[in-house]
C-alpha cells in the first residue's frame, strides 16, 4: 500500500498558527495524507500548541504511511516556538537544504 | 480612587473572605466534605494573598501563602481535615485575621503565634503528602481574577514575597531550586483561547527551563480534533522566583489544566535522568507578542494590554464555567479596560468585589450617610405627622383633595421609612462568626473542649444593634465556657459529652430579636453566688431570695463567682456590664439555669432603634406609646368580667379565661389609686417571659408609627418607659416598656434599674 512517491507535495504554513488555523491546517494536511510533504514554515511567525499537536500528529501519521514529512524551510520563530514547548523537529528537517 | 481608598476596599474585601473562610472552616468541622466548601475555604485565602500581595502586606502574604499550601493538600485529597487539622486550620485563620488587621490599623501581631502556625501548618502539608497528588488545582475562577493585575507580563513578580522572616518557612528564595513541572492542559484552554505555547513563554522567563512534550496521547491525523489538547509537558525549571510565581503563570488556566509543581529532590540532573528533555532556549523574543505579526507598536502599553488581555481571558473562562455569573466576568473584563492604566489595583478590587458579592450587585456606602439618610427621614415622619395633624385642627371641613393628598404623603413616608431601615438590616451572621473564635480561644486556655453551635445567623437587625452586640455577647461567651462548662474531666465524671456545647441562637419574636446563649454546663451554683453576694453585702445574710433572683445576682456590678480571677472572665465587671450595655440598647437579659444541665441566657432586643409601630394611649391625661408588636388585642371590659384577686391584684376574664389586669398608671405613679376598669380599655400584651397580661389604660388615641428618641441620652432612664417620641402636635410621648410593667407588676412597684428582679 505504501508506494513510494518521490514528487512532495509542497504546504505553506500561514505565518499565524494559531487556534483559528489549528482545524485549517488540520483540513490542509487531510487533503495531502497519502503523499510526501514538505513543509514550508519559512513565514512562520507564531506558533500555538494546537497546531503543534496537527503537524505532530501529520509526522506520525506519515511516519506510519512510510511516506516522507519533512519542514523543507523553517523561520526562526517556528523553531524557538518548537524548542519551547518542547518539540523536536530536528529529525524532520529536511536534509537536502 | 487613589491607593488607600483602594487598600480600604481591599481590607474590606478581606472581611468578607475572612468570614467566608471561617464558615467554611466550621462546615468542614462538622463533616461537610463538599469540594465546594474546600474550594470556598481556599478561595478566601487565596483572594487574601493576592491582594495582599498587589499592596506589597508581605507577612500577610507569607502567612497565606503557607495556609493556601496547606489547603491546597485538603482541596486535593492529600491530607484529610481531621478535627485536628481543622483545629490548626481555625486558628490560622484567626492568625490571618490579625495579620489582617495588623495590615490596616498598624499594630502587632504575636509573632510567635503565626511562626508556631508556619510551623504546624508546613508539618501537616509535607507530613501527608510524600507524592503530591495529580489533583487538578480548582480555584474558582473569579477569585483568580482578582490578584491577576498585580501580574505583569512576566508572571507575577510584583507579589511580594518575603519569608525572611519565617526561616522555616519556604526554601530560601535566594538560592535557586529546581521544580519539576507536570502541565496537562485540558482542551478547554485552548477552547478559550488561551495557549500552552503562551504559558510555556511565561514559564520559560522565570529561570532556566527544560522541557519535554508528551505527545503519548496524540493520535493519528484522521482520527484527531484539531482544537483538542493532547499535548502535555514535563518541565524542569530552575528558578529563584519560588513555586509561587511557577502557579501564577498559570494562574488563569489552573481552571483548564492539570498542573503539577513539585520541588525537584535532587538537582536538575536528577531529573533529567528519568526523560530526555530539551533545554528552551533562553531567548525567546521572537515568540513575544507584539513582534513583527503585529503592526501596532506598542511597548509602552505592552504590559496593561497584556494584563487586559489575561484578564479578559480569564474572564471568558469564567462566563464559560458559570453562565450564572457571567456578568460579572463581563463587568471583570471591562474593569481593567477603564481602569488599567490608571491603577491595575482597581481592576483587581473591582472584581475581586463582584467575587465576594456573589449574584446581586451591592454598593458600599458609608454609614454616615444611612444614618444621616434615617435621621432626615425620621424627622420627615414626625413633620409629615405634624402636617396632619395641624391640617385635621385647622380645617375642620378640609376638602377631600387636601386629605387624599396627606393620605398618600403618610403612605409615601412610611415605604421611605421602612426601605431606609432596610438598608440597616443586616443578618447576625459576622458578630456570629466572630463568637466562634472567642469559644476556640477560650476553650484552649482554659482546656476545655467546647462546641459552638449556632442558629438563626440570617436574622437581620438593625445595623446598630449588630455593632453593639458584639461585645456583650463576647463578654457572655467567655462567661459561659469559662464559668458554664466544665472541665472534661468533671464532664465525664457528670456522665457527659467531655465535649461542651455553647448554643448561640437569634430569631425573631414579637417584633425582636431574640438571641439565646445556653450552655451545656453545670449551671449557676445558687449556693455560691448566694454566698458571694452575703460576703460582698450586696444581699443581706438571712435575705429570702427565690432561685430567679440569686442568678439575677450575677448582674450585680462587682461581682464574680471566679475564685480567682483569671485573664479570662472574672475580673468583676462582666455581667453588670454585659447587662447595662442590653440595657442601653433598649434590650432585656434574663437567665434560666438548672444546675447539671446548663444555663440559658436571653437577651432581646429591638430591631432597630429608629422607629416602632405604636399605640397612642393615653393613662391619667399622660400620652404614652405602646409598642403595637406587644398587643395582642384590645378590648372594652366589662364589669362582670373583672375580678378580685386577694388584697390589690385584679383579673379580667377573657374567653373563659383570666389575666392579670395592671393598670398602667398606677405602675407607673400616675395615680395613686387604681382606675376603674370599666372606664378605660384593656390591652391584652404578650410579655417576655410568655403568658398575657391585660394592661388597662384611660383611652386609645390612635395607631401610628413614632420615631425613638432615646430617653437615656437626653434625659435618664426611667423605669418602665423604654424611650420617648415627639409626637405630630409636637409633644414628647413615653413609649411604654411593656415587660418592664409586666414584670413590675409582680413586685408590685417598679424599682429603681439595680433592682434584683431580671426587668431591665
Redesign the interface.
Known amino acids: 500500500m505504501a508506494s513510494r512517491n518521490n514528487a512532495r507535495k509542497p504546504l505553506k504554513l500561514a ?2 498558527l ?2 483559528n488555523e ?2 485549517a ?2 483540513n490542509k ?2 487533503e495531502l ?1 497519502g503523499a510526501p510533504i514538505a513543509i514550508d514554515a519559512s513565514a512562520v ?6 497546531c ?3 503537524l ?3 509526522a ?2 506519515w511516519e ?1 504511511d512510510q511516506l516522507s514529512f519533512t519542514f523543507a524551510k523553517v523561520s ?2 517556528f523553531v ?2 518548537t ?6 523537529i530536528a529529525p524532520l528537517m529536511a536534509k537536502e537544504i | 480612587m487613589d491607593m488607600n481608598e483602594i487598600k480600604e476596599i481591599f481590607f474590606q474585601e478581606c472581611e468578607e473572605q475572612l468570614a467566608e473562610l471561617e464558615s467554611g472552616l466550621l462546615k468542614l468541622n462538622d463533616g461537610d466534605r463538599d469540594p465546594e466548601t474546600v474550594n470556598a475555604v481556599f478561595r478566601a485565602v487565596h483572594s487574601i494573598k493576592g491582594g495582599a500581595g498587589a499592596f506589597g502586606l508581605d507577612d500577610l502574604v507569607s502567612f497565606a501563602h503557607v495556609f493556601e499550601t496547606t489547603l491546597d493538600c485538603v482541596r486535593s485529597n492529600r491530607l484529610e481535615p481531621n478535627q485536628d487539622v481543622l483545629k490548626v486550620m481555625l486558628r490560622s485563620a484567626d492568625v490571618l485575621a490579625d495579620l489582617t488587621n495588623a495590615a490596616r490599623d498598624g499594630g502587632n501581631v504575636d509573632e510567635a503565634r503565626s511562626r508556631q502556625l508556619i510551623k504546624e501548618l508546613e508539618a501537616l502539608a509535607n507530613g501527608e503528602m510524600p507524592q503530591p497528588a495529580p489533583e487538578p488545582a480548582k480555584a474558582a475562577p473569579i477569585a483568580q481574577v482578582a490578584p491577576a493585575p498585580a501580574a505583569n507580563d512576566d508572571g507575577f513578580q510584583p507579589v511580594a514575597f518575603s519569608f525572611e522572616d519565617f526561616e522555616a518557612a519556604e526554601p530560601p528564595t535566594i538560592e535557586p531550586s529546581t521544580y519539576e513541572i507536570v502541565f496537562r ?1 485540558k482542551s478547554e484552554l ?1 477552547a478559550k ?1 488561551n ?3 503562551l504559558l ?2 511565561d514559564l ?1 522567563r522565570l529561570g532556566e527551563m527544560s ?3 508528551d ?1 503519548d496521547r ?5 482520527e ?1 480534533n ?2 483538542a ?3 502535555s ?1 514535563k ?1 524542569s525549571l530552575k528558578t529563584d522566583k519560588g513555586e509561587e510565581a511557577i502557579r501564577s503563570v498559570f494562574e488563569f488556566a489552573e481552571w483548564d489544566c492539570e498542573l503539577d509543581v513539585t520541588l525537584a529532590s535532587g538537582d536538575a540532573s536528577d531529573a533529567g535522568q528519568e526523560l530526555p ?2 533545554p ?2 533562553f ?2 523574543s ?2 513575544d507578542e507584539g ?3 503585529q503592526a501596532e507598536a506598542i511597548e509602552d502599553d505592552e504590559q496593561i494590554v497584556s494584563q487586559q488581555h489575561d484578564l479578559r481571558d480569564a474572564a471568558v473562562s469564567t462566563a464559560a464555567n458559570a453562565s450564572n455569573v457571567l456578568k460579572m466576568a463581563q463587568t471583570a473584563a471591562r474593569a481593567p479596560v477603564e481602569n488599567a492604566k490608571a491603577s491595575p489595583a482597581s481592576a483587581a478590587q473591582a472584581a475581586g468585589q463582584q467575587a465576594a458579592s456573589a449574584a446581586t450587585p451591592t454598593i458600599r456606602v458609608d454609614l454616615d450617610r444611612v444614618d444621616r439618610l434615617i435621621n432626615l427621614v425620621g424627622e420627615l415622619v414626625i413633620n409629615q405627622a405634624m402636617l396632619s395633624q395641624s391640617v385635621i385642627e385647622n380645617d375642620t371641613n378640609g376638602t377631600s383633595s387636601i386629605n387624599m393628598g396627606l393620605e398618600e404623603l403618610q403612605q409615601l413616608t412610611r415605604e421611605i421609612q421602612d426601605s431606609v431601615m432596610a438598608i440597616r438590616a443586616q443578618p447576625v451572621k459576622p458578630v456570629f462568626q466572630r463568637m466562634s473564635r472567642i469559644v476556640r480561644e477560650i476553650a484552649d486556655m482554659t482546656g476545655k473542649s467546647v462546641r459552638l453551635v449556632t442558629e438563626g445567623e440570617n436574622t437581620e437587625v438593625d445595623k446598630t444593634v449588630i455593632d453593639k452586640l458584639a461585645e456583650p455577647l463576647t463578654h457572655m461567651i467567655r462567661n459561659a465556657v469559662d464559668h458554664g462548662l466544665e472541665t472534661p474531666e468533671k464532664r465525664v465524671a457528670a456522665g457527659k459529652n467531655p465535649e461542651g456545647t455553647v448554643r448561640l441562637t437569634a430569631k425573631h419574636r414579637s417584633g425582636r430579636i431574640v438571641i439565646e446563649l445556653a450552655d451545656d454546663g453545670a449551671g449557676i451554683n445558687r449556693e455560691k453566688v448566694r454566698q458571694k453576694a452575703i460576703d460582698n453585702d450586696l444581699i443581706a445574710a438571712d435575705a429570702n431570695l427565690s432561685d430567679e433572683e440569686i442568678d439575677n445576682l450575677i448582674f450585680h456590678a462587682g461581682f464574680s463567682t471566679a475564685d480567682k480571677i483569671s485573664d479570662i472572665s472574672g475580673r468583676g465587671v462582666g455581667m453588670d456590664v454585659v447587662k447595662r450595655s442590653i440595657q442601653a440598647l433598649g434590650g432585656r437579659i434574663n437567665i434560666q439555669s438548672k444546675p447539671g444541665q446548663g444555663s440559658v441566657f436571653t437577651m432581646s432586643l429591638p430591631l432597630t432603634l429608629a422607629v416602632l409601630d405604636g399605640m397612642v394611649v393615653t393613662v391619667a391625661n399622660q400620652t404614652l406609646v405602646v409598642p403595637l408588636t406587644a398587643i395582642v388585642e384590645t378590648l372594652q371590659p366589662e364589669a362582670s368580667a373583672i375580678h378580685s384577686f386577694g388584697a390589690t391584684q385584679r383579673l379580667i376574664s377573657i374567653r373563659n379565661s383570666f389575666c392579670p389586669l395592671l393598670d398602667v398608671g398606677r405602675i407607673l405613679n400616675f395615680r395613686a389609686t387604681q382606675a376603674n376598669p370599666v372606664e378605660g380599655v384593656a390591652l391584652l400584651v404578650e410579655s417576655e417571659g410568655g403568658g398575657q397580661r391585660a394592661l388597662m389604660v384611660d383611652a386609645i388615641q390612635g395607631q401610628r408609627q413614632v420615631v425613638i428618641k432615646s430617653l437615656e441620652a437626653n434625659y435618664t432612664h426611667v423605669p418602665g418607659i423604654a424611650a420617648a417620641t415627639i409626637l405630630g402636635d409636637g409633644r414628647v410621648a413615653l413609649i411604654l416598656d411593656v415587660d418592664a410593667i409586666v414584670a413590675a407588676s409582680r413586685g408590685q412597684a417598679l424599682k429603681p434599674e439595680m433592682t434584683l428582679a431580671a426587668t431591665g
Open positions: 505565518p499565524v494559531d487556534l489549528a482545524t491546517l488540520h494536511l487531510l495524507k511567525e507564531r506558533v500555538g500548541a494546537l503543534a499537536q496537527v505532530m500528529a501529520g506520525k501519521t506510519e526562526d520563530a524557538k516556538a524548542q519551547l514547548i518542547g518539540v523536536d | 492542559p485552548y483561547g495557549d500552552a505555547t510555556l513563554r520559560s522541557i519535554r512534550c505527545m496524540l493520535p493519528a491525523l484522521d484527531m484539531p482544537e489538547a493532547y499535548f509537558w518541565i528533555m530539551q528552551v532556549p531567548d525567546l521572537l515568540l513582534a513583527p505579526a
